[in-house]
């Protein structure tokens, strides 16, 4: 990231370069920080006070970090041991709040960068949450269920005394979903004998779930690009959509999509990606997808129009609107060029961080509306939020009412990052916009606060 350095106005760049020296092997750690550090200069600008109080300095150190093992034993008997990880970043604004990542590629700098950006987006859908993230490196591809639910349960054994409704509140994430959620928080009441529901969000709807926390985050980032199009006058009506992904996220951007009249025409895995001009078979994908967990060629094999590109992402495709939502730095500048070359509107982000810097920057300096994932994304853990009121409340909202909700929650989000951008004269870049409103929500909070 060095060569970056010089970009940075002189208020961040020592900051940074401490956050460098400090977390030498965690390029994806370094690549959040830097964003939001270079989106904030004018924010700080502004507001003196967060220098003097030294806001940066604290922000960029999480409160606690905590790393565990993780032993278990395979159905042949075998000892395996994995590595567990919990980020508590910042608890200014609520309880630490973010989703648990089971995936192989899991180290501390991926739960860093995830935590990190947490905090503004949590801080963003103005609901009161901090922000955390964990996980394991945990590969739960071709495992059984038997397998999932020892490993669920040796992880939760060490990490529930973090836990609590009012200390931390994990949720899904990649590799993490209604099944490995059911297994840790069967896990926690055991060991705690409280069925503390407000303790995990995610939950399934008979046992304290909200209705739509499933299909938050998908219909929450089409909802995202629908309000950013609505800005120039335009809407998803007959416009072609690429999603990458083909998991929580992935599948319910692609019901959305639908249902607001546009034609979602791919999927993907991290084996390649299916183009279908049809648009995509929602209930086929699913099927394929969460019902059998094969690869995404198997949809490609069920239907006739449908093609399977074997090793590829799916930004080759032409469309109108592309939604990332698999996972980070999936769209890089040349990904970026084939869209904008294509003809590319807009871009939300699904997924967290899946545009590498070189490809927002292409992106928005050929005018394409982006949509980062601190904003667009940000439905999920909104959802997230008002799951924790329904169980505080022991009220249940029917599926109409929650979706409402989930609709006006990403209208706020949009128009406070498009009024901050405005207001600190970098209209129309969301970037900017969600960087800072969510950091002068956190900074305002922890100047409050005091020296802690
Ligand atoms: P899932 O595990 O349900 O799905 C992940 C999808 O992304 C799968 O299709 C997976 O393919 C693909 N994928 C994962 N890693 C890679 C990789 N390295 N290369 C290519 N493809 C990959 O996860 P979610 O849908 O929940 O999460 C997707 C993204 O959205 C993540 O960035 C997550 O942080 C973000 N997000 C999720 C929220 C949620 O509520 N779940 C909320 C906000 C953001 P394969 O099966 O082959 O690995
Ligand atoms: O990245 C995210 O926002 C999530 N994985 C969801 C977090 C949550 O607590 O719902």
Known sequence: MTETL??????????????????PHEPEFQQAVHEVLVSIAPVLDEHPQFVDGGILERIVEPERQIMFRVPWVDDAGRLQVNRGYRVQFSSVLGPYKGG?????????????????EQ???????????GGAKGGSDFDPHGRSDAEVMRFCQSFMSE??????????????DIGVGAREIGYLFGQYRKITNRHESGMFTGKGVQWGGAEVRTEATGY??????????????????????????SGNVAIYAIDKAWQLGATPVTASDSSGYVVDDDGIDVALLRQVKEQERARISEYAARRPNARFVDGARPWEVPVDVAIPSATQNELDESDAR?????????????????????????????????????????????????EMSQNASRQRWSFSDSE???????????????EAAD???????????????????VAHAMLAQGVI
Do not use: C, W
């Not at 207001?423 to 929500?441: I, K, L, M, P, T």
């Open 159 to 172: 990490l529930y005394r973090h836990l609590g409704e009012h200390t931390d509140v994990p949720a899904g």
């Open 119 to 129: 905090i503004f987006k949590n801080a963003l859908t103005g609901q009161g949450i």
């Open 220 to 245: 929450g980032a089409v909802f995202f690009a629908e309000e950013m199009l609505r800005i120039h006058r335009r809407s998803l009506e007959g416009l072609r959509v690429s999603v990458s992904g």
């Open 423 to 441: 207001r600190y004269g970098h209209g129309g870049d969301y970037v900017v916009g969600a960087n800072s409103a969510g950091f002068e929500r």
């Open 6 to 23: 010089t970009a940075l106005p002189a208020s961040v760049r020592e900051v940074f370069q401490t956050v460098v020296a400090r977390n």
């Open 338 to 386: 084939a869209l904008i070359d294509n003809g590319v509107r807009a871009v939300a982000e699904g997924a967290n961080m899946p545009s590498t810097p070189g490809a927002v920057a292409a992106l928005q300096g050929a005018g394409v509306l982006f949509g980062p994932g601190k904003a667009a994304n940000a439905g999920g853990v909104a959802t997230s939020a008002l």
């Open 100 to 116: 648990l990542r089971f995936h192989p590629s899991v180290n501390l700098s991926i739960v860093k960068f995830l935590g990190f």
């Open 404 to 418: 409402r909700k989930l609709r006006s929650i990403m209208k706020d989000v949009h128009d406070a990052a498009f």
